[in-house]
């Protein structure tokens, strides 16, 4: 459909400048993203059997590239449920690293609730774009059909194999009623 051939790189947009940006220059994001970072490793580091890197410069890199590839595949339209999803769970922890407008009074407070709920808008449309089906059944719908189809299958050929054992049984019985006379 025409409007998602648009709609898609508009939305994908931010993410490749902000990514390409946040690559070329992290040092910029390194002292907001600090906190999210350091407490994702924690948490990571309880429920993992690995330990995750803590470099906070390589975290803000990594989330750079996971937006500038999947922002590049959410425009055009490679995977788009997948990269939508993807974004979205990268805005996250962005916007709660770089906009923490709690922190915050005056004009900056105002200035970082605004870059809030923008990227809250974002993820809404980013969370609509990643269940989008283009019109196509969803995955669960098939399944269930597919499900109900093989269930049906294998009912109606259990059918065929009790008619099959039931007519071989009377002609089992029939044969030996002609031996028996």
């Given at each position: 459909?025409?409007?998602?051939?648009?709609?898609?790189?508009?939305?994908?947009?931010?993410?490749?400048?902000?990514?390409?940006?946040?690559?070329?220059?992290?040092?910029?994001?390194?002292?907001?993203?600090?906190?999210?970072?350091?407490?994702?490793?924690?948490?990571?580091d309880k429920?993992?059997?690995?330990?995750?890197?803590?470099?906070?410069?390589?975290?803000?890199k990594?989330?750079?590239?996971?937006?500038?590839?999947?922002?590049?595949?959410?425009?055009?339209?490679r995977?788009?449920?997948?990269?939508?999803?993807?974004?979205?769970a990268?805005?996250?922890?962005?916007?709660?690293?770089?906009?923490?407008?709690?922190?915050?009074?005056?004009a900056?407070?105002?200035?970082?609730?605004?870059?809030?709920?923008?990227?809250?808008?974002?993820?809404?449309?980013?969370?609509?774009?990643?269940?989008?089906?283009?019109?196509?059944?969803?995955?669960?719908?098939?399944a269930?059909?597919?499900?109900?189809?093989?269930?049906?299958?294998?009912?109606?050929?259990?059918?065929?194999?009790?008619?099959?054992?039931?007519?071989?049984?009377?002609?089992?019985a029939?044969?030996?009623?002609?031996?028996?006379?």
């Open positions: 459909m025409l409007v998602r051939r648009i709609a898609r790189p508009l939305l994908a947009s931010t993410f490749i400048f902000g990514g390409i940006d946040t690559w070329k220059n992290p040092q910029s994001r390194v002292a907001g993203a600090r906190a999210v970072v350091e407490k994702l490793t924690e948490q990571a429920q993992l059997p690995i330990q995750v890197p803590r470099d906070v410069e390589q975290w803000v990594i989330d750079a590239g996971v937006k500038v590839g999947a922002g590049a595949l959410f425009a055009l339209g995977l788009p449920r997948l990269s939508a999803l993807t974004l979205a990268s805005i996250v922890p962005t916007t709660l690293a770089g906009h923490r407008f709690w922190e915050h009074e005056g900056a407070k105002q200035g970082q609730l605004v870059h809030f709920l923008k990227n809250l808008g974002l993820l809404g449309g980013l969370l609509l774009a990643a269940v989008d089906t283009e019109g196509k059944p969803s995955v669960g719908y098939r269930r059909r597919a499900a109900k189809k093989a269930a049906d299958s294998t009912e109606k050929t259990i059918e065929k194999a009790q008619k099959r054992a039931a007519k071989a049984e009377k002609n089992a029939k044969r030996a009623k002609k031996a028996s006379r």
